[in-house]
């Protein structure tokens, strides 16, 4: 009887921790075609080409103007539940990616992307990486995670 009444206390604390929420993983290093772009709602913006993530606001989202990944890609750092229009993050992002964004990886985040800036016009929300293909290739001016 002792036997069990140990076991279940074991299996009791096990599955408490294999159940417990886990901290997402940091994205995996930059890619040679990835540029790293960070905005907060304070309004600053900083760009830099390194995978270091101590500055990691709240979300990240990787976005290129080419299927699989290929292209431009910028791979974002902002505060979530915030609406960002490429506009915010300045006039080389909005040239790169206002319409002609391709593929995009959230890193299992929920995000949901718009035709216009500021969030509005027809939308698509996905937690996965994806290829465009069909209605949303090259159409997106705004995401919010």
Do not use: H
Request: net charge neutral.
């Amino acid at each position: 009887m002792k036997t069990s009444a140990i076991f279940l206390a074991v299996a009791s604390v096990i599955a408490g921790v294999i159940a417990a929420p886990q901290p997402a993983p940091a994205p995996p290093a930059l890619a040679a075609n990835e540029i790293q772009a960070t905005l907060r709602t304070d309004g600053n913006t900083t760009y830099t080409a390194s995978s270091d993530f101590s500055v990691l606001a709240v979300r990240t989202s990787r976005q290129c103007s080419a299927r699989n990944f290929g292209g431009t890609c910028y791979r974002f750092t902002f505060d979530s539940g915030v609406c960002w229009s490429y506009s915010d993050f300045g006039s080389t992002v909005y040239n790169a990616l206002n319409d002609k964004t391709s593929s995009i990886d959230n890193f299992g985040a929920t995000c949901t992307f718009y035709q216009n800036t500021n969030c509005g016009g027809r939308s698509y929300r996905t937690p996965y990486n994806a290829d465009l293909a069909g209605e949303f290739n090259d159409i997106i001016s705004s995401f919010r995670c």
